[in-house]
Nanobody, 116 residues
Framework: QVQLVESGGGLVQAGGSLRLSCAASGRTFSTYSMGWFRQAPGKEREFVARIRWSSGSPNYADSVKGRFAISRDNAKNTVNLQMNSLKPEDTAVYYC?????????WGQGTQVTVSS
């Protein structure tokens, strides 16, 4: 059974940092594209960052470029999101995603709250 389990969310003041982790199990994800999405209250889920299986150049949403950094460890089946200079508008539930057509997996999400 495939599972993606996020951790590392919490409450932080504006300007602070958090590091999210996603542990994947149930299959080998080394060839999957791994990413993070987020969903704020009343809004649609949106893309945050993605890193391909070859660990080439990652992709980021414009709103987080220069502040967030995604990384992966294929040996451990984990993907991390380092979030710096957090803003109140970063408040959302953050979801881990693993994608390789036709498979698309999601975690349950972890809450990130940034206070002003």
């Amino acid at each position: 059974q495939v599972q993606l389990v996020e951790s590392g969310g919490g409450l932080v003041q504006a300007g602070g940092s958090l590091r999210l982790s996603c542990a994947a199990s149930g299959r080998t994800f080394s060839t999957y594209s791994m990413g993070w999405f987020r969903q704020a209250p009343g809004k649609e889920r949106e893309f945050v960052a993605r890193i391909r299986w070859s660990s080439g150049s990652p992709n980021y949403a414009d709103s987080v470029k220069g502040r967030f950094a995604i990384s992966r460890d294929n040996a451990k089946n984990t993907v991390n999101l380092q979030m710096n200079s957090l803003k109140p508008e970063d408040t959302a539930v953050y979801y881990c995603n693993a994608y390789q057509a036709p498979f698309n997996y999601w975690g349950q999400g972890t809450q990130v709250t940034v206070s002003s």
